[in-house]
């Protein structure tokens, strides 16, 4: 978290983020759900997290949801599905960036991806602790993940011992486009003026 600016960000609650960096949600096997637009800086805080985790040796596991979901399609296809939901269910940490982005790739009369989610929080729910970032509000993971009560069932596990952040500010990628756009501009005045006799 060194890099991040917190003056950007101001209704972040500074002193919430940093409790989450101390992991004790992790020694008390609560989850973490983080939303808000895009470019905000949940992936950023949500990977801080997992690299103090790692420092910390926990078992951590880090997946966007997509290649999570994906992950567990191509189990159903060769046999392995069990042992890949295992591998998800186990990790103290299981950290699930970015709900709501990328094309989830269901096929034929394979379950949805908020079938597999909620079988995934189930499993983790009250023994390990997950953390989740999201670009969507609650109320839209039901069309996303393709059934609106098992998203609900999933994010009722969540709500139960989950700290909520929601990002509500700017995005820091258009910040810094801005920024560079800004500085180029510049640059190319100097030039021109480097140029003159
Ligand atoms: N307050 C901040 N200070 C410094 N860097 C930041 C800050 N917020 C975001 N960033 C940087 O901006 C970029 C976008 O942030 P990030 O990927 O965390 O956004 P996001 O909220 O996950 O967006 P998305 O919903 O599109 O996934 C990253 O490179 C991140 O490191
Ligand atoms: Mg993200």
Not at 139 to 160: I, T, V
Request: hydrophobic share 40%.
């Amino acid at each position: 978290m060194a890099a991040f600016d917190w003056n950007f960000q101001p209704k972040l609650d500074r002193r919430t983020v940093e409790e989450l960096l101390s992991l004790a949600f992790v020694e008390r096997a609560e989850d973490l759900l983080i939303t808000g637009k895009t470019g905000t800086g949940k992936s950023h805080i949500l990977q801080a997290i997992a690299l103090k985790a790692c420092e910390q040796e926990w078992a951590v596991r880090y997946s966007r949801c997509v290649d999570l979901v994906d992950d567990l399609y191509a189990g159903l296809a060769d046999g392995s599905y069990n042992r890949r939901m295992q591998r998800w269910a186990r990790p103290a940490l299981l950290l699930i960036d970015d709900v709501g982005l990328g094309q989830l790739k269901r096929q034929g009369d394979e379950p949805t991806a908020a079938h597999i989610l909620y079988t995934l929080l189930d499993k983790r729910h009250g023994k390990v602790a997950t953390a989740l970032t999201s670009n969507l509000k609650l109320s839209a993971w039901g069309k996303y993940l393709g059934d609106a009560s098992l998203a609900a069932a999933a994010l009722d596990r969540l709500a139960a011992t989950a700290t909520r952040i929601d990002i509500d500010g700017p995005s820091y990628r258009q910040h810094l486009a801005r920024k560079r756009a800004e500085e180029s501009g510049r640059a190319i005045v100097q030039d021109g003026e480097a140029e003159e006799p």
